[in-house]
């Protein structure tokens, strides 16, 4: 889905700034994951790739869409092309947007995990 990104940067800028949208909206979601598992038993990696996904769900889908489109679809015509460029946001730099957007969906949900009292030191240790 869009969000209006005409007041977002271009190139890396732009990518960072979705990024953190991205990595927010993750946090936000496993905070209400953390939840609902908890109270149904899942694992944590169980609510982590469920935040991780409505995440990408939420803020990546619309570039993801327009950077599949732009490389795979069969566009014909330069008037549609010209159409279909201009309803873009930073055409050039749409696949920094949607790397950021999911190390940013990534970052948010460790956090997350992290947040919610994730057994963190135990795994930088290499501890089972």
């Known amino acids: 889905m869009h969000y209006d990104q005409s007041w977002m940067g271009y190139g890396m800028v732009g990518g960072v700034e979705a990024g953190a949208i991205s990595a927010a909206a993750a946090l936000v979601l496993y905070l209400i994951v953390h939840v609902i598992g908890r109270r149904d038993g899942w694992s944590p990696l169980k609510k982590l790739a469920i935040a991780f996904l409505l995440a990408l769900l939420l803020t990546a889908s619309g570039d993801t869409w327009d950077l599949f489109y732009f490389n795979y ?41 992290i947040v919610k009292g994730g057994d963190w030191r135990r795994l930088l240790r290499g501890g089972d």
Do not use: T, Y
């Not at 330069?78 to 790397?99: E, S, T, W």
């Open 73 to 113: 679809s069969q566009i014909e015509s330069v008037q549609l092309l010209k159409a279909k460029l201009a309803a873009v946001h930073d055409p050039d730099n749409i696949g920094v947007r949607v790397f950021c957007e999911l190390i940013g969906a990534m970052v948010g949900a460790g956090v997350g995990w």
